[in-house]
């Protein structure tokens, strides 16, 4: 039995990749380039137009994430269409981005040509893996999403927790002024204003003064309850 031609689509703007990837694709009996594209815009009519069984996706192209947009698009429309991404950038939110518009593979365009026809091939059968690169690159971003999910209930606690006093005293405290200086801005005694910072060091469960200015630093607590 003659085996199925898997239909293939390019969408990459530059003109040089776009021919090494044609030359590869000719190479193979089984496989055949049905069109390309030079842009995201470009990707979602035509894959419309010529429904292909696989695409290799580009991501910078008209705009920064012009293949992530365009695999969304497409994913939604005719998700029988397997998406696999080629490009230059590897950074984990990008990595994590793509496979939120259903992307099945993604590859670097440094990839040697086997490992791009081994993908199509992978892909047409729904055994796409997912790669170590590609695996660690998804466990960075959601370890950093977990971190900022845990600074901002941090943040949303000291605002809650500590009084608008004791906010303007963390401000003075981290704008460089010594407890000297806060008490005679405050009109109050020194022995006071230490007291109100023994007592927010307690609320924000820190041992010294100086942790905590780093932590509203690091936190930008200041900006974030302007925007408030």
Do not use: W
Request: glycine share 2%; hydrophobic share 45%.
């Amino acid at each position: 039995m003659e085996e199925k031609v898997i239909k293939v689509m390019i969408v990459d703007d530059m003109e040089a990749h776009r021919r090494r990837l044609e030359r590869l694709i000719s190479k193979e009996p089984d496989l055949k380039l049905v069109v390309s594209a030079q842009n995201g815009y470009e990707a979602v009519m035509l894959a419309a137009l010529h429904q292909p069984d696989i695409i290799l996706m580009d991501i910078e192209m008209e705009d920064a994430q012009a293949g992530i947009t365009a695999s969304k698009q497409i994913n939604k429309s005719l998700p029988q269409i397997k998406i696999i991404v080629l490009t230059i950038h590897d950074h984990s939110q990008i990595v994590v981005a793509a496979f939120q518009t259903g992307i099945v593979d993604y590859l670097l365009k440094t990839a040697k040509d086997e490992e791009i026809i081994e993908a199509i091939h992978a892909a047409h059968k729904n055994l796409s893996p997912i790669r170590p690169i590609i695996a660690e690159k998804i466990r960075k971003e959601y370890r950093e999403m977990k971190t900022r999910e845990h600074s901002l209930l941090y943040v949303l606690r000291l605002i809650s927790e500590l009084t608008y006093s004791e906010l303007e005293i963390v401000k003075m405290l981290c704008s460089g002024l010594t407890r000297n200086q806060i008490a005679k801005q405050r009109f109050v005694e020194e022995s006071t204003i230490k007291k109100q910072i023994n007592s927010i060091l307690k609320k924000c469960e820190q041992k010294r003064t100086k942790d905590l200015i780093n932590i509203v630093k690091d936190l930008k607590i200041f900006d974030i309850l302007k925007k408030l």
